[in-house]
């Protein structure tokens, strides 16, 4: 497993943006498919977007797909999530997770390793 820590969340207006990042302890970060994954209060976890070992491969949530971009920097063993457009119904935990596989999946059972998240607030 490696460890992961997220930061950049915050309180947004609407139509604001907001760039997450994640950080990984791990020198073989590249091993790793990364995912972001979001729960509001209430709801439960669900998928927002992921990308392959290389970060040549991404798939992304219908709900954030072209307001959202996933990319990764492997030498920096940290990946990123800017988003745009942000809406009321973005606020949420926003999570990182890795699974040693090399595509990007949507199903959070594959992933083993998870961060603490962090909090993304889109004001009205």
């Known amino acids: 497993q490696v460890q992961l820590v997220e930061s950049g969340g915050g309180l947004v207006q609407a139509g604001g943006s907001l760039r997450l990042s994640c950080a990984a302890s791990?020198?073989?970060?590249?091993?790793?498919?990364m995912g972001w994954f979001r729960q509001a209060p209430g709801k439960e976890r669900e998928f927002v977007a992921a990308?392959?070992?290389?970060?040549?491969?991404?798939r992304y949530a219908d709900s954030v797909k072209g307001r959202f971009t996933i990319s990764r920097e492997n030498a920096k063993n940290t990946m990123y999530l800017q988003m745009n457009s942000l809406k009321p119904e973005d606020t949420a935990v926003y999570y990182c997770?890795?699974?040693?596989?090399?595509?990007?999946?949507?199903?959070?059972?594959?992933?083993?390793?998870w961060g603490r998240g962090t909090q993304v607030t889109v004001s009205s």
């Open positions: 990308i392959s070992r290389s970060g040549t491969i991404d």
């Open positions: 791990e020198r073989t970060f590249s091993a790793y498919a």
């Open positions: 997770a890795a699974h040693p596989g090399f595509l990007p999946s949507d199903s959070d059972v594959f992933y083993d390793s």
